[in-house]
Every structure is written in structure tokens, then in C-alpha cells.
């Protein structure tokens, strides 16, 4: 349904796959699939182009109304989740939540915190509206009714196979590995982006299940990535870690608390900030 939605307001299959980060034939396939359990084709096809025919657009109407009832429902969860003690974090990468967590175990351990990694607008967006608890994002959220602090600084690196001719490099640059093959985790958050932009030569595979993803870093020659926050969690893996010294490679994440969120809220935030005194 988002594949639709997107071919809809960007006009083109292709802009569409641009901006799903998909390649033109598999979203293609996608589609195509669809077709044919919908059993209607929602495209007039000639040899340069596809449109969407009167069936594309009543599927994109509909797709829309399953795209806005899905956010509905995840609203209602995350209000749930607020009504069982539990605080739901909107962040664009996993790692700062690992640390949030530690920090609030620390000083609250009775809390629970239920992550959701997003992209940046969206983050900000679902603080703003409260859909959200606390917001981890790439810049601090200056507005008079909320408060930002900087919570942890992550530098990625290249985790490479011992035997690969980068590996006895000191330091790397993107363009030094623009055109490589790359065992990527699908859930980086904007890591993701991060990578894409800056080596749209690579072939990058990505893997969402962590158990194979960890069994083919350590069975196959692809290079992968690690940061400083991950570094430990991958001493086990007999590769060499490369840091990467473009500006892009080094994030520096800030936690934001709306001022008039709940005490429990406003009580972690000020834990937080005091910790990075």
C-alpha cells in the first residue's frame, strides 16, 4: 500500500523507487504481484511508461484509508502503552536508546521504555503531537515548550574480513568503499541513509533477522559496519574494524521532553541531562 501511495505522488515508477530506496524492477515485481491478487491491472503500460488507469486510483483511495487506519491503530497502541506505565521513545537510531535504557535502569528501575525508530520529520512530528514520550534525534528541537540535551556521540566504522586489502588501512573515507559489497542490519535507522548517500556505487544487502545477519558476517566475505556504540557487542567476530572519517560517519543524538510532559517523563530527562554534566 506505501508502494501505491508513493507511485501516486511522485508520478513515476521509478522517482517512486527512488524514494523507497527499492530498485525500478522490484518495485515493478511488487506491483505486479499485487495485480494479480487484486486480479485487475492499476496501470495503462506502453513501452516507455506506466499510468495509473481508473482501477489504480480507486486502489490508491483505498490504500490511502488502510495507510491512515494503520496510523490510527499505532496511535492507539502507543496510548496504551502510556496508560501501562510504559514510555514510548521515537528515535532515528537504535544505539541511543540502548544507552537511554541504561541510564533510566539506573535511577528508575521499575520504568520500561518501547522504542520506535523513525525517520527525523517523523520523530519531531510524534513528539509534537504526544504520540510519542521522548524524542532521540540528529539536532536538539530548540521551541520555548521543550527542552533538548545531548545525549550520546556514535562514529561508524567498517568491520572488514581480516584478509581484505582495506583492511590494514587506519582510517577509511566513504569513497574508499563506494563500489564495495556490503551485510548491512535492517534496522540502522538513518545509518541506512547515511550509507546509501554517501556510496551510491555499493551494493548493499540488507538483513532484518539479527541471528542470520550475525551468522553471514561471520561466514562471508561482505563488509559490514559496526559504530562505538556496537564495537563490544561484535568483539566475538574475528574482523578489524576501520573507522571511517568522513563528517557523516560521527552522529552526535539529542533527547527531547516536551516541558509539560508527565512527571515521570520530565524526572528521566533531568536524570539524563545531569548525567552529561
Known amino acids: 500500500m506505501r508502494q501505491l501511495d508513493a507511485i501516486a505522488r511522485c508520478g513515476t515508477i521509478s522517482a ?45 483511495d483505498h490504500a490511502r484509508n488502510l495507510l491512515r487506519d494503520e496510523r490510527m491503530m499505532l496511535d492507539a497502541f502507543a496510548d496504551l502503552a502510556r496508560r501501562q506505565r510504559t514510555l514510548l521513545v ?8 540502548w544507552h537511554l535504557t541504561a541510564l533510566t535502569v539506573e535511577r528508575f528501575p521499575g520504568t520500561l521504555l518501547n522504542p520506535v525508530t523513525l525517520p527525523e520529520d517523523e520523530v519531531e512530528r510524534r513528539l509534537m503531537n504526544r504520540s510519542v514520550d521522548l524524542a532521540i534525534t540528529l539536532r536538539p528541537m530548540i521551541l520555548p515548550t521543550m527542552r533538548s540535551s545531548q545525549i550520546m556521540v556514535e562514529d561508524l566504522s567498517a568491520f572488514l574480513p581480516p584478509e581484505h586489502r582495506l583492511a590494514k588501512r587506519e582510517t577509511l573515507s566513504f569513497a574508499d568503499l563506494d563500489g564495495e559489497s556490503f551485510l548491512v542490519l535492517s534496522e540502522v535507522g538513518f545509518w541506512m541513509d547515511v550509507l546509501r548517500r554517501n556510496m551510491p556505487h555499493a551494493n548493499i544487502v540488507e538483513q532484518a533477522d539479527r541471528s542470520v545477519f550475525e551468522q553471514l558476517v561471520r561466514s562471508t566475505e561482505l563488509i559490514s559496519f559496526v559504530t562505538s556504540a556496537t564495537l563490544a557487542r561484535r568483539s566475538h567476530h574475528e574482523r578489524v574494524a576501520v573507522p571511517i572519517v568522513d563528517a557523516e560517519a560521527h552522529a552526535t543524538f539529542y533527547i527531547t521532553a516536551l516541558r509539560d510532559a508527565p512527571q515521570r517523563v520530565q524526572d528521566i530527562y533531568q536524570w539524563v541531562e545531569s548525567r552529561q554534566d
Not at 495485480?35 to 511508461?49: K, V
Open 90 to 97: 521515537g528515535t532515528v537510531a537504535p544505539a541511543p536508546v
Open 16 to 60: 517512486a523507487a527512488e524514494e523507497l530506496h527499492l530498485s525500478q524492477p522490484s518495485l515493478s515485481r511488487s506491483i505486479k504481484r499485487l495485480e494479480r491478487e487484486l486480479g485487475q491491472e492499476l496501470f495503462d503500460r506502453t513501452h516507455n511508461s506506466a499510468t495509473l488507469n481508473d482501477a489504480g486510483h480507486l486502489a490508491v
